[in-house]
C-alpha cells in the first residue's frame, strides 16, 4: 500500500543520503554541538582525584592543601626557566663535573620534586588508585627521569671511574642530559593555571581536522603545478628552480605559498616567459590569498567556537 505523505515526505534517495551534511562527519566542529557536549559532561560527576586519598593524617593534609598546589606551579616555572640557565652557562657534560652551583641547584629541584611526588603517593588510600590518575602517573614517569639523571646517573659514574676524573664517553654523558628536557613536560600542568592559553590548545586541536584537509588541498596544487612547471621550464634557464617535481613543489611551497622569496621566482621567470609567469601568479593567487587565507579563517572560526564553549562552561560553573 502506498505511504502516507508525511512519511514518503521524510523518505531520502541514496544519492540524497549520502550528499546529507547529517550522514558525514563535519569538516568544521560545529559550536553548538561543542556546548551541548559540554552540557552532558558537566552533568557527570566532576573528576577529583583527591577522592581517592585518605581522609585523616599529615600526607593527605599536605596533597590537598590549595598551597601546595601554588608551590608546585611556581617551582615548575622556576626549574623551566633553570634548564635555560643550565643550558647555556654549565660547562659539565653531566651533573658531577658540573661546578658546584650547579650540582647545589639540580639537587634542590630533585629532593622537591621526589617530595611532591612522595606526598601525593603516600596520600593515595590504596596505592594502585593511583594508576587510575594520568597526571600522577605523567608525574610519576617524570620524577623517575629526574632521580635516574641526578642521582643514579651520577653514582654510576662514580663506580664506574672510581671516583677519578676521566667521565667516560661525553657524547653518551651530554645525550644523558636531554633527559632533564622531560621537565619541560611538567608545563603541561601550568595550563590549567592559565584557562586562556588552554583555549588556545583546544582550538588548535579542534581545528586539527579541518587544517589537515585545507593542508592537502594545498599539497595537492603545489603537486599539480608542480609538473607543470618542472615540464614548462625544461630544456630552459628557468630548469635550475624546477629540477624536478619534488623541487618543484619545495620551490613553490617556500618562495610562491609562503611568499618567503617571491622575488626570486618572479623576476627570472618574467624574463624567461610571460607564460610561466602568468601561471605563477595563478598559483600564488589560489594557494596564497586562498587556501592560506582561508586557513587562517579556518582556524579563527574554530577558536572562536571553542571560546564560546569554554565561556558557557564557566557561566555554568559559577552558577
Known amino acids: 500500500p502506498p505511504l502516507p505523505l508525511h512519511q514518503a515526505a521524510n523518505i531520502r534517495s541514496p544519492r540524497e543520503e549520502r550528499s546529507h551534511p547529517s550522514m558525514h562527519m563535519q569538516l568544521f566542529p560545529d559550536a553548538e554541538n561543542m556546548k551541548e557536549h559540554m552540557r552532558q559532561q558537566m552533568c557527570k ?3 577529583d ?9 599529615f600526607t593527605q593534609w599536605i596533597a590537598r592543601h590549595p598551597r601546595f598546589e601554588q608551590l608546585t606551579l611556581v617551582v ?8 635555560w640557565i643550565d643550558t647555556d652557562h654549565n660547562p659539565g657534560a653531566m651533573l658531577l663535573s ?3 652551583f650547579f650540582q647545589i641547584i639540580e639537587q634542590l629541584f630533585c629532593i622537591y620534586f621526589t617530595f611532591e611526588w612522595a606526598m601525593r603517593f603516600s596520600a593515595f588510600k590504596e596505592k594502585r588508585k593511583g594508576l587510575r590518575d594520568a597526571w600522577f602517573v605523567f608525574d610519576s614517569f617524570l620524577v623517575a627521569t629526574m632521580v635516574f639523571e641526578t642521582w643514579l646517573m651520577t653514582g654510576i659514574v662514580v663506580f664506574l671511574t672510581g671516583g677519578g676524573g676521566g667521565m667516560g664517553n661525553a657524547g653518551i654523558l651530554r645525550m644523558a642530559r636531554l633527559l632533564r628536557l622531560t621537565r619541560m613536560a611538567r608545563m603541561a600542568r601550568l595550563l590549567r593555571a592559565m584557562p586562556e592559553l588552554l583555549i588556545l590548545i583546544k582550538g588548535m586541536l579542534a581545528a586539527m581536522r579541518s587544517v589537515v584537509f585545507t593542508l592537502g588541498l594545498l599539497l595537492v596544487m603545489l603537486y599539480i603545478f608542480g609538473i607543470a612547471f618542472v615540464q614548462l621550464c625544461d630544456d630552459s634557464p628557468c630548469e635550475i628552480f624546477f629540477p624536478n617535481v619534488p623541487a618543484a613543489m619545495h620551490e613553490l611551497l617556500l618562495n610562491a605559498a609562503l611568499m618567503d622569496g617571491l622575488s626570486n621566482l618572479v623576476l627570472p621567470l618574467m624574463e624567461q616567459s610571460l607564460v610561466l609567469l ?3 601568479y595563478g598559483f600564488i593567487f ?4 586562498t587556501v592560506m587565507n582561508m586557513l587562517i579563517g579556518v582556524i579563527c572560526e574554530v577558536v572562536s567556537a571553542v571560546a564560546a564553549t569554554e565561556r558557557e562552561a564557566l557561566s555554568l560553573t559559577f552558577v
Open 98 to 100: 658540573s661546578p658546584p
Open 278 to 280: 602568468f601561471v605563477l
Open 76 to 83: 615548575i616555572a622556576l626549574n623551566a626557566i633553570w634548564i
Open 286 to 289: 589560489l594557494s596564497a590569498l
Open 45 to 47: 560527576p566532576k573528576y
Open 49 to 57: 582525584v583527591a577522592m581517592y586519598y585518605h581522609r585523616t593524617g
